[in-house]
């Protein structure tokens, strides 16, 4: 059975860092686009960054761009995401989610397959 599992979230004030890990297990990544979702309270989920595995090209959208980096290492089955310069709009549940193409597209209905979600909340 397919299955992804995230790591790493937790309560960091304005200004941290935290770094998230995806590991994939029953599969291997080599296949699939890999991406980070958010779902802020009362919100809908949105994709903040995503990796291409046809170019490994990663991609994000504006409001993350400069402090999130998005990286896989397809060898250990694993996706990271590295947030820096945290600000209280990045608190929500983050899920990663892979989808069976090759090119990065945020349509949370194109992913077959989503972790569990990690927590993070950006607080003083």
């Known amino acids: 059975q397919l299955h992804l599992a995230e790591s790493g979230g937790g309560l960091v004030q304005p200004g941290g860092s935290l770094r998230l890990s995806c590991v994939g297990e029953?599969?291997?990544?080599?296949?699939?686009?890999m991406t980070w979702f958010r779902q802020a309270p009362g919100k809908e989920r949105e994709g903040v960054a995503c990796?291409?595995?046809?170019?490994?090209?990663?991609h994000y959208v504006e409001s993350v761009k400069g402090r999130f980096t998005i990286s896989r290492d397809d060898s250990r089955r694993t996706v990271f995401r590295q947030m820096n310069d945290l600000e209280t709009e990045d608190t929500g549940v983050y899920y990663c989610?892979?989808?069976?193409?090759?090119?990065?597209?945020?349509?949370?209905?194109?992913?077959?397959?989503w972790g569990q979600g990690t927590q993070v909340t950006v607080s003083p």
């Open positions: 029953g599969f291997s990544l080599d296949y699939y686009v």
């Open positions: 989610a892979g989808a069976a193409m090759s090119v990065c597209d945020y349509r949370p209905r194109l992913y077959d397959h």
């Open positions: 990796s291409s595995n046809m170019d490994y090209s990663s």
